[in-house]
């Protein structure tokens, strides 16, 4: 509702395994990579648009399926999913990608992000758009 929106405690009980207003995670600083393997992301980025990164490359501080269960939370409550971005952890996930994204790509993180959520098995995204 119209009031929820500026109640912190109304978003802290929608999605209770999420935090708002919290500390970075101990564990929470930008993940560093290897000189070779900067170049790799950065040649990646230029040929494909993207790159991917193996699991274990990155050591999340937090569990990032707590992230996809408050973006189902959020929209069975009618919210859209980019209101996740008002809980702490997409912004860990962010810090710990930023030296990368910099060095990667030459930008800083802009939080020009959005969210989705895309109903299985039948749901679709959208086409390219940029």
């Known amino acids: 509702t119209?009031?929820?929106?500026?109640?912190?405690?109304?978003?802290?009980?929608?999605?209770?395994?999420?935090?708002?207003?919290?500390?970075?995670?101990?564990?929470?600083?930008?993940?560093?990579?290897?000189?070779?393997?900067?170049?790799?992301?950065k040649q990646q980025m230029i040929t494909d648009g993207f790159f991917i990164l193996d699991p274990s490359q990155v050591p999340w501080a937090i569990d990032v399926r707590e992230i996809g269960r408050g973006i189902v939370q959020l929209s069975k409550y009618g919210w859209h999913p980019n209101y996740i971005m008002l809980y702490d952890q997409p912004w860990t996930l962010a810090h710990q990608l930023s030296d990368v994204m910099l060095?990667?790509?030459?930008?800083?993180?802009?939080?020009?992000?959005?969210?989705?959520?895309?109903?299985p098995p039948d749901g679709t995204g959208f086409p390219p758009h940029r």
């Open 2 to 41: 119209r009031e929820s929106i500026g109640d912190v405690e109304y978003w802290r009980q929608l999605c209770p395994d999420l935090t708002i207003g919290g500390e970075l995670p101990e564990a929470c600083e930008p993940f560093e990579f290897p000189e070779l393997e900067l170049r790799r992301l």
């Open 103 to 119: 060095q990667s790509t030459g930008n800083r993180v802009t939080f020009d992000w959005l969210a989705y959520h895309i109903e």
